[in-house]
């Protein structure tokens, strides 16, 4: 699916933002632990933990046909 979010480009928004793992965490209520686990594709993200993440990201969600495209930073 193009446009997914995948774990590299979670990294790469989060590293962008300057935000720590444990920062991204507190903010999108997750565990540090999770966010870890994403980013390294070890962990899948569903349609609500990547609308918090985006939220916490502040970047866009913007739904398609084939599923989740992610807008920004």
């Given at each position: ?67 989740v495209e992610i807008s920004g930073p």
């Amino acid at each position: 699916m193009t446009g997914m979010l995948t774990g590299s480009k979670l990294r790469m928004i989060r590293s962008y933002k300057g935000i720590t793992q444990a920062q991204l965490a507190a903010l999108a209520k997750v565990s540090a632990s999770a966010i870890a686990e994403y980013e390294l594709d070890k962990r899948e993200l569903r349609t609500d933990t990547i609308r918090r993440l985006c939220q916490a990201l502040g970047v866009a969600v913007t739904y398609t046909v084939d599923g989740v495209e992610i807008s920004g930073p």
